[in-house]
């Protein structure tokens, strides 16, 4: 049995068969005959891709120009510029595909390398880059006298209905000079490195991670479907102009299944579709906030709740990747009673996946019902979810005999009336600077509202798995987890959300390694202040950005403090008293982190609420509450009693 790639035929078959007739006089066969002999794999042109990546789509257009204008170079055409070899490859090279026209700026992959080196992917290698790839010198100054056709993706002014200015997207049509089209290409050529290796690794971390999740994580996947139409069959004149739509929110969940069969594989996950079906139109991040709280109560009442969630989607910013999503996210442990969040972005254009797919069968099931003369009422989003509930939960009936896996589907009607509190509070913070660079997020800390650690990449390994980042195997490529200190828009709503969950528990004394033990990532701690210090202080303030460990090599902080090996340390970032006031402190979010020694740690797990005013800088202010500050002098006084 032979497999083939589809082949789309872009002229009717009519005109297909003369052209064969013209090809081929001596085959005598009717174009009915002919067309019957057409093979399986050959089909009509009647679809297009739609929902491409722009990055990929205008660089290939880029490519197929360079092709066409070496293809069409005169063989009496010679260059002009000085030629080591006698004669110019660069001006009639062609490039197949994407792949070969990418890689011939960057070094060779090692030969068991699965990736390039990261410097060669960020265009930060000596060796390689813009300037490796084959250029003809006239063909660079645009002095070979030809023009080259081509297509790039511009912004172009239009008016609207109104007369109102507005900017769209389209496919602009070029003919220039060499020199023009290789300068347009060569920035866009490099970027295209880098997109491309962000794509595929955040694709191939979102395999590993639905493929590896812990029993104690739930993971999903969540992006919103297209509004759907509600058309009835026989529709008058006047219906086409004015429609109802439906918004559809598609998640999908991974979850080890408690009721498997230890004999069949298939059973080892539990996979739910969750369809948050609307009448309000908006998507925003409000509408997502509100349909993970349902999600959250929705595993609550099936008696399952995770220490970890971990999340993936696109990087719409209205939706997901903003400062809006940004600060939920980092609630998100403060709302589920300590359930992490790591929430992951697929590549800037990319993210297809499962939702789509999910979201596609029931719009299709919809219609099915809609062609009906005398179908089921399906006027709003109440009528839909009705009908899919009692139709679609269950796998349809099928004639398949083989082992399928467990699958649930679960729809809600969401009001509209239920999402419009969230968009009337300020419950958000200020931009987070290079936030399109992120492409995964992290939440761990209940109590510290407003924490979030972040990193360019997201990464699946056996280590980070186990929250054991500091050992991670791709920390080349990802980089090491950097706190973010989010700056609230309503610092009474940040203080009430910490005050909540807060038992009041912060802990003192002198054994400064069995405080240290109990510190994770976002914990605030205390510690002995250098005597003698510039600030006068007593002790230092620290938010927690790595737990306690062991020293594996010597080495010097930025704040020039050694440390050998076998060393006890905790890291952080330093919170610097502001003012006269003795409480009032801001956190020092763009200074290096600091290391510490275990054994001078002398308080922790006590909170420090934001005040209602910022500094100049716009930072905000945070307060040291006064039993804290009286629960470390007192360790401290005693140390140095004990000392004298």
Known sequence: MHSHSECMVDVLQTQFFIRFQKAHPEVIA???????????????????????????????????????????????????????????????????????????????????????????????????????????????????????????????????????????????????????????????????????????????????SIRTFPKDTVVSVVDFAENYKLEIQNEVQSMHWHSYQVNIL???????????????????????????????????????????????????????????????????????????????????????????????????GHGKGPHDGAGAVVKCFIRREQLKPYGVKLQNARDVVSYLTANLSERPETSYMGHRKPLRRYFHHVLESDVQPLRDNTHSCDFVPGTRKLHSIMATNKIQVGLLMVKELACFCAHCIDNDYANCVNLKWTGEWTPTILQPADPQFMRESMLRVWDGSGAYGAEGELLAATLDVGDIFAVNAAAGNDEGEDFWIILCTKALHTVKAPFTDKWGTSFNEGDEVVAGKYYQKWGTAESSYVFLRHSHIVYMHACFVRAVKFIMPPKDHRVQGNDVVYELPADARAGIMSVITTLEADEE
């Open 30 to 208: 009717g174009e009915r005959s002919f067309c019957s002999l057409k093979p399986f794999f050959i089909k009509a042109m009647k679809g297009r891709n739609t929902c491409c990546c722009i990055y990929h789509v205008e660089l290939n257009e880029l490519r197929i120009a360079l092709n066409k204008y070496h293809a069409t170079r005169p063989k009496e055409h010679s260059c002009q510029h000085r030629m080591e070899s006698g004669s110019c490859d660069a001006s009639s090279i062609e490039f197949e595909g994407l792949t070969s026209f990418w890689e011939s700026v960057v070094c060779p992959k090692g030969e068991f390398d699965e990736w390039h080196d990261i410097k060669c992917l960020y265009g930060e290698c000596g060796r390689c880059g813009i300037q490796k790839f084959p250029l003809c010198k006239d063909e660079e100054e645009g002095t070979d006298g030809r023009q080259v056709e081509w297509r790039r993706f511009a912004y172009e002014e239009t008016l609207s209905k109104k007369g109102k200015v507005l900017k769209k997207l389209n496919l602009v049509y070029k003919k220039t000079t060499a020199d023009v089209f290789f300068d347009y290409l060569k920035p866009k050529l490099q970027a295209f490195v880098t997109h491309n290796f962000v794509a595929r690794w955040e694709d191939a971390q979102f395999k590993k």
């Open 250 to 348: 598609v998640h999908i969940t991974f979850r080890h299944n408690p009721d498997l069969d230890p004999y069949n594989e298939d059973t080892f996950i539990l996979t739910e579709y969750h369809f948050y079906i609307s009448d309000d139109k908006h998507h925003d991040s409000e509408f997502v906030q509100h349909c993970f709280g349902l999600h959250w109560d929705h595993m609550k009442r099936n008696g399952f709740e995770p220490k970890q969630h971990w999340v993936w989607s696109d990087g719409c910013a209205s939706q997901f990747k903003s400062k809006k999503p940004f600060f939920f996210i980092s609630r998100y442990p403060n709302m589920t009673n300590g359930c992490s969040m790591l929430w992951s972005f697929f590549g800037s």
